[in-house]
C-alpha cells in the first residue's frame, strides 16, 4: 500500500524554464538541447541573482496541480525534493519539502533521472520514469529505455496509476485552469507575475510563421526587431509579457512573447503580440506601440501541443486582468 509520493520538483514547478531562460539571456547562441547544459544547467549560470529575482513567477506543471489534490484525496503524501528546495520553499509553501529517501518502501518515487530511477528500482522500491527535457527526441527514449523494465510517462495526464492499484485516476479539466470563473488551487498558482518599470518602443507589424492563427488560433502580430528594440529588452527574460499597444491611436491591451520558441524548436529572436479585441484585417506594414508592463512567466518546452494551448489560453486570461 503506498503512503507517501516523493515527486522530483521538476515535474511539479516548471523551474527548468526559467534557468533556461536565464541562460539564454546570457548566451543567445547557446543551444540549451545540448547534454550537459540540459542535465545541469546550474554550473553554466553567471549569476544566480536572476534566478531569485525572479522565482515567484514560476508556475506549476501543467496537471501537477490535480495530480498533487488526487494524491491527497488517496490520503497519499505527496513530498517535493529538489536541490533547489531552500530557495524554492519560501515561494512555495503549499508543497511539502523534504530530502528523498530510498529507504521507504511504502512510497511511489517519480522521477525524470533515469540513472536514479534505475538506482530506485534495483531496490525493488516503486519508481516511474517521468521523461526529461529530451522529450520530442524518440529515437534517443527507445534506445535508452531498450530492454528495460522501468515504467516510463511523458505528462500526468498519461500516468499509469491503474499500475499501482489505483482504482481512480485525477480528473484533469479540459481548460485546466478557469482563472476568470473560479480560485481553486490550479488557479491560484498559475496567476503570479511581476510589475516592470515600463519598457516602451514602436515597431512594424511584418509577417511571421502563421502559427498564431492557424495552428494555436490566436492570432498574433510579429513585430519588427531593431537595434534599438533589441537594447530596450535586453534585460528582459525569454518568456510571455503583458503590456498596453497602441494601433492606429486606439489603445489594446495585449500580451506578448519575447523569445525563441522552444516548442517548435526555433532559434531566431521574436516578439509576437496578441491584442485583446476583434480585427476584421491584418495590418501588415503598420507601426504598433508597445509599452511592456509586467513579466508571466519564461518560455516554455512544452510536453504536448495540449499543454502549449493551455499555457497560451491562461496567459491570455491573466494578462486582461492586468492590462485591460
Not at 147 to 161: A, G, H, L, Y
Request: glycine letters at 4%; aromatic letters at 14%; charged letters at 20%.
Amino acid at each position: 500500500m503506498i503512503s507517501k509520493c516523493y515527486i522530483n520538483c521538476e515535474i511539479i514547478l516548471d523551474f527548468n524554464s526559467l534557468l533556461f531562460s536565464i541562460l539564454k539571456k546570457q548566451n543567445p547562441d547557446l543551444n540549451l538541447s545540448q547534454n550537459d547544459v540540459q542535465e545541469n544547467p546550474k554550473k553554466y549560470l553567471e549569476t544566480q541573482e536572476l534566478l531569485v529575482q525572479n522565482l515567484s513567477i514560476i508556475k506549476p506543471q501543467i496537471g501537477a496541480i490535480e495530480t498533487l489534490q488526487f494524491l491527497q484525496s488517496q490520503n497519499i503524501e505527496p513530498i517535493i525534493y529538489s536541490e533547489y528546495s531552500e530557495q524554492l520553499q519560501q515561494y512555495f509553501p503549499y508543497l511539502k519539502w523534504q530530502e528523498s529517501t530510498d529507504q521507504d518502501q511504502g512510497a511511489l518515487f517519480i522521477d525524470p533521472k533515469l540513472d536514479y530511477c534505475e538506482q530506485l528500482f534495483q531496490k525493488d522500491l516503486k519508481v516511474v520514469l517521468f521523461k526529461n527535457h529530451k522529450l520530442k527526441d524518440k529515437d534517443y527514449w527507445n534506445q535508452l529505455l531498450q530492454n528495460k523494465k522501468i515504467p516510463f510517462v511523458e505528462s500526468w495526464e498519461s500516468f499509469p496509476w491503474q499500475d499501482f492499484k489505483f482504482q481512480t485516476k485525477p480528473i484533469f479539466s479540459v481548460e485546466q485552469y478557469k482563472v476568470n470563473e473560479c480560485e481553486n488551487a490550479a488557479t491560484q498558482y498559475w496567476n503570479t507575475f511581476l510589475k516592470l518599470n515600463p519598457i516602451e518602443f514602436t515597431s512594424q507589424i511584418i509577417h511571421g510563421r502563421n502559427r498564431g492563427g492557424t495552428m494555436l488560433g490566436i492570432p498574433t502580430a510579429n513585430l519588427q526587431i531593431n537595434e534599438e528594440i533589441l537594447n530596450l529588452t535586453k534585460n528582459l527574460l525569454p518568456g510571455v509579457y503583458t503590456g498596453i499597444t497602441y494601433l492606429d491611436n486606439v489603445k489594446y491591451g495585449g500580451v506578448l512573447s519575447i523569445g525563441y520558441n522552444p516548442y517548435f524548436l526555433d532559434t531566431p529572436l521574436t516578439i509576437e503580440v496578441y491584442l485583446y479585441g476583434e480585427f476584421q484585417e491584418d495590418f501588415y506594414g503598420a507601426n504598433l506601440r508597445l509599452i511592456i508592463t509586467h513579466f508571466m512567466r519564461p518560455e516554455s518546452d512544452f510536453r504536448t501541443f495540449d499543454h502549449l494551448i493551455k499555457a497560451i489560453s491562461n496567459d491570455k486570461i491573466i494578462g486582461r486582468k492586468l492590462v485591460c
